[in-house]
C-alpha cells in the first residue's frame, strides 16, 4: 500500500466515526539458509505483508486490529468495536508530527539487490570451514542465516506521513568441543559487516581456550567481564528503563531517591539512541510514528532517562521518546562509555588472579534486585596468563555489587549487536 492508500483508510475510519486513527504497513521478504552437512539449504521468503489499524472514540477509547492490507474496510470495523469495549483514558490518541524524520540512517544496504545466491551461501560456508580449520576437535552444528528488506509506512489523522526502507542480516551459529556448547549470533544493516567477520573462528577459538586444565577458583573473585559479557548485562538491562522504574513506582536495583548516592559506579554512563547511523536498532520512527530522541539511561551512575510512550507522555507532560515496537518499548541502540586502560593491561596492573567470563545468559535476571544465578565458563587467570579454565560452573551474579565495585573500565570495545560495550574489570562475582 502506498502513501496515498493509507491517508484514504485514515480518512475512511473517521468517516466511520473515529475521533482519531493511525495505520501501519509493512512489507518484508527475504532469504534463510541452513548448513545442511557439507552443503546449504537455500529458501526465499516470500513477501509477507501487514496492515495495524488503530482508532480511538470518544473519552479516548482505543481500538486496534491487526491483519492483511486486502481486509482494511474490515479491519477499520474490527478497530471501532474493540473501541467502543475499551476504557476511556484522556492520555490516548495519535501523536502530532514533533519533529523531522531522520534522515541519512544508512539502514538499507545498497548492496541488497545485486546479492546472489553464491554470496549468501559462502558467507555461511565459510564460517563454518573457519570451525574446521581451527580444530578439527570442534564440531561445527546450527550454522544458519537470515537476511530481510522491509518497508515501512505509517499515516495518522495528525498530518503524520512516514516512509522507511531497511535491510538486515542475521547469522548464527554453534559449536560443541567435550563439554563446552557455545552459540554466537551477529547481525549488521550491510551484508559486508557480517560476511567479513570470522564468527566461526572465533567460536572455535573460544571452545578450545576452555580447554586447559590447571588452576582453579572458589568463592568471590575478581572477574575480567570482556565486551561480549557486558553487552549482555545491558542488553537484559534496556528494557527497565521506564518511568516507572525510573521513579520507584516499580522495584528496580538501579534506582535511588535524589537525596541518595547513586546504587553503582559513578563512573558508568550509558547512552541510548535510536539515531545512530546504520546501528541494528537504529529506526526513522517507532510504530507510533515517533522519531527516536537519544536518551541517557544511566547518568554517572544513576538511572537517569526513561523511554517513554506517547500515552505515558501526555500523562507526564512531556515528549515521547520513538521506542514504541508493538504493544512494547524497545530500546535504540546502547553503548556504555569506556575507559583509557587496556585488558591487558588492566589485568598487568591487578597482578592479581581472577575469571575472564566467556559468556552470560541473563534470561534469569531479577531487575528488581540485579541478581541471578547462572552456569558459566571462563579461564582462570593470574595476571595476564592463563593458568586453567572453568567450565559450566555455578555463579552468583549481583550486579550491584559488581557494578559498584568496578577496577577497571577497559578500553577495549565491541559492538555487539545494536550495543557498544567495553570491557570491565570487576570484584564480587560468586562461585558457587
Same mark, same amino acid.
Given at each position: +500500500? ?30 534463510? +539458509? ?8 537455500? &529458501? ?78 559462502? +558467507? ?10 581451527? %580444530? ?76 586447559? %586444565? ?9 572477574? +575480567? ?39 553503582? %559506579? ?37 538511572? %537517569? ?8 507522555? &501526555? ?71 592463563? &593458568?586453567?579454565?572453568?567450565? &559450566? ?40
Amino acid at each position: +500500500m502506498d502513501l496515498p492508500m493509507l491517508e484514504a483508510l485514515v480518512e475512511d475510519a473517521r468517516r466511520a466515526g473515529a475521533r482519531g486513527c493511525e495505520t501501519l504497513w509493512e512489507r518484508s521478504s527475504g532469504h534463510t +539458509m541452513v548448513l545442511a552437512g557439507r552443503g546449504v539449504d537455500h &529458501r526465499d521468503v516470500p513477501p509477507k505483508e501487514m496492515l495495524r489499524v488503530t482508532v480511538w472514540g470518544d473519552g479516548g477509547r482505543r481500538g486496534q486490529s491487526e491483519g492483511q492490507p486486502s481486509a482494511a474496510p474490515e479491519l477499520i470495523e474490527e478497530a471501532l468495536k474493540a473501541a467502543t469495549k475499551s476504557e476511556p483514558s484522556s492520555d490516548e490518541g495519535p501523536v502530532d508530527r514533533l519533529r523531522p524524520v531522520v534522515a541519512g540512517l544508512g539502514i538499507a544496504d545498497r548492496r541488497y539487490g545485486l546479492l546472489e545466491r553464491e554470496d549468501r551461501e559462502e +558467507m555461511l560456508l565459510d564460517a563454518a570451514r573457519g570451525v574446521r580449520t581451527e %580444530d578439527k576437535r570442534v564440531s561445527a552444528e546450527g550454522f544458519r542465516y537470515r537476511d530481510s528488506d522491509l518497508t515501512r509506512r505509517f499515516v495518522n489523522s495528525k498530518g503524520v506521513v512516514l516512509e522507511e526502507r531497511s535491510t538486515r542480516y542475521d547469522a548464527w551459529g554453534e559449536v560443541r568441543l567435550g563439554d563446552v556448547h557455545l552459540t554466537d549470533h551477529i547481525a549488521s544493516r550491510a551484508f559486508a559487516s557480517i560476511a567479513s567477520f570470522p564468527y566461526g573462528t572465533v567460536l572455535a577459538r573460544r571452545a578450545v581456550a576452555l580447554q586447559q %586444565d590447571g588452576e582453579t577458583l572458589d568463592g568471590e573473585v575478581k572477574a +575480567m567481564l570482556p565486551p561480549r559479557v557486558v553487552a549482555r548485562i545491558l542488553e537484559a538491562l534496556g528494557p527497565a528503563f521506564t518511568p516507572e522504574r525510573l521513579s520507584g513506582e516499580v522495584p528496580f536495583f538501579l534506582y535511588a531517591p535524589a537525596d541518595e548516592p547513586a546504587r553503582v %559506579d559513578e563512573r558508568l554512563h550509558l547512552l541510548d539512541d535510536g539515531q545512530l547511523p546504520g546501528g541494528l536498532h537504529t529506526r526513522s520512527f517507532d510504530d507510533r510514528g515517533v522519531v527516536p530522541v537519544p536518551r541517557t539511561f544511566v547518568r554517572e551512575g544513576r538511572a %537517569d532517562q526513561a523511554m517513554v510512550s506517547p500515552e505515558a507522555a &501526555r500523562h507526564l507532560g512531556t515528549t515521547p521518546t520513538g521506542h514504541c515496537a508493538g504493544a512494547f518499548q524497545r530500546t535504540g541502540n546502547l553503548a556504555l562509555r569506556g575507559g583509557t586502560r587496556s585488558m591487558n593491561a588492566s589485568y598487568t596492573d591487578a597482578d592479581t588472579w581472577s575469571l575472564e567470563v566467556d559468556d552470560l545468559d541473563l534470561s534469569g535476571l531479577d531487575l528488581a534486585t540485579g541478581v541471578c544465578e547462572v552456569e558459566l565458563d571462563g579461564l582462570v587467570m593470574k595476571s595476564n596468563e592463563v &593458568r586453567g579454565a572453568l567450565r &559450566r560452573r555455578r555463579a552468583r551474579i549481583d550486579l550491584t555489587r559488581m557494578l559498584s565495585n568496578i577496577e577497571r573500565l577497559c578500553s577495549d570495545t565491541d559492538r555487539i549487536r545494536f550495543v557498544d560495550a567495553p570491557a570491565l574489570f570487576v570484584n564480587g562475582l560468586v562461585l558457587l
